[in-house]
């Protein structure tokens, strides 16, 4: 029962250009989403999160977007940088009045950015 | 703020052997949660505590797991007659405690990786 899916197992995006990571869940309880990013040999690094009030939240060259009744986010990265390359996870908690912050992840999102 | 620290980082270990993993949380974060991580995977929970309190542990944590914070700072995790399907990244993640209805991030450290052989 994967309730956090990442359905693109990899992305290849030129420098300079923008990046789009999609995520979609089914657990309609979830209110608070977030992204996280992974080089190899370490642990997972936040990025940026929403809660389910908003359908947008910005930060510098990252932005995600939460469209509740599609049950789906994305993040998008402007522009991006060879430093972005790394594994991209998409992370759900809730319900936020009960909850302790237990998060399911999707499975990943390889991205590459080329010079 | 030093962030959360793991140790080992790495461990190689036969199988049927017992193993211990280390977590120390950023200071004063009085939740801390272990995750495991296959390969190809995103994380999965395996269990929380509350300060010294484990208020929750998955069904991916098997009798042969067992995890305690006895001061409510650092928290261990051992894993008794090590399997094969053992082999992972095992994640600690901490947090402060947050009103109902609010929300924020988990920090998690660097992984302890585990090879059963």
């Known amino acids: 029962d994967q309730q956090v899916k990442q359905n693109s197992p990899s992305l290849s995006v030129q420098e300079g250009r923008i990046s789009i990571l999609n995520c979609d869940y089914t657990?309609?309880?979830?209110?608070?989403f977030l992204w996280y990013k992974k080089y190899p040999a370490e642990g997972p690094t936040f990025l940026i999160s929403i809660s389910s009030i908003k359908d947008k939240n910005e930060d510098g060259r990252f932005t995600v977007f939460l469209n509740k009744s599609a049950k789906h986010l994305s993040l998008h990265i402007v522009p991006s940088q060879p430093g972005d390359s790394a594994v991209y996870f998409c992370?759900?908690?809730?319900?936020?009045?009960?909850?302790?912050?237990?998060?399911?992840f999707g499975q990943g999102t390889i991205l590459t950015v080329h010079p | 703020d030093t962030g959360v620290s793991q140790d080992p980082r790495h461990k190689i270990t036969k199988r049927g052997q017992n193993v211990t993993f280390r977590c120390d949380p950023i200071s004063e974060h009085n939740r801390l949660y272990w995750y495991r991580q296959t390969l190809g995977q995103g994380p999965e929970f395996l269990t929380y505590?509350?300060?010294?309190?484990?208020?929750?542990k998955s069904r991916l944590l098997s009798d042969r797991f067992s995890a305690e914070r006895p001061k409510g700072s650092f928290s261990t995790l051992e894993i008794q007659r090590t399997e094969q399907g053992d082999s992972a990244m095992y994640l600690c993640?901490?947090?402060?405690?947050?009103?109902?209805?609010?929300?924020?991030?988990?920090?998690f450290g660097p992984g302890t990786r585990l090879t059963v052989l």
């Open positions: 993640a901490s947090s402060p405690s947050r009103l109902a209805g609010t929300y924020g991030p988990q920090y």
């Open positions: 505590f509350q300060n010294e309190a484990q208020l929750e």
């Open positions: 992370a759900a908690s809730g319900p936020g009045g009960t909850s302790y912050g237990k998060l399911t």
């Open positions: 657990n309609s309880m979830f209110d608070y």
